[in-house]
């Protein structure tokens, strides 16, 4: 069974960090690229970031560009985000996704994926 588990959500402060991980079970990663989405309270679910099978690729959101960093290590079989200096507008549940594709790019678009994860929830709030 192939599944999709995402971790290190939780309570921050304003101006913190956190780093959440996709862990995949039932498959190997190796051969996928991995996109990060979220929805916060009240608004739609938006692209955090993205990043092809082979790490060549990487993409985030405009927004976050120098702040959230995604990054991938196939032997643990786990894909990361790392969130630095949150602001409340963060606040949101963090999905990871997954679509098989051996090309260079990341996929940006939702509907490129086929594979979810639950989801964790990251509130940033003082």
């Known amino acids: 069974q192939l599944q999709l588990v995402e971790s290190g959500g939780g309570l921050v402060q304003p101006g913190g960090s956190l780093r959440l991980s996709c862990a995949a079970s039932?498959?190997?990663?190796?051969?996928?690229?991995i996109g990060w989405f979220r929805q916060g309270p009240g608004k739609e679910r938006e692209g955090v970031s993205c990043?092809?099978?082979?790490?060549?690729?990487?993409n985030y959101l405009d927004s976050l560009k120098g702040r959230f960093t995604i990054s991938r290590d196939n032997a643990k079989n786990t894909v990361y985000l790392q969130m630095n200096s949150l602001t409340p507008e963060d606040t949101a549940v963090y999905y990871c996704a997954a679509v098989r594709s051996e090309g260079p790019y990341c996929l940006r678009s939702s509907l490129q994926y086929d594979y979810w994860g639950q989801g964790t929830q990251v509130t940033v709030s003082s």
């Open positions: 039932g498959f190997t990663l190796d051969y996928y690229a």
């Open positions: 990043i092809s099978s082979g790490a060549g690729s990487t």
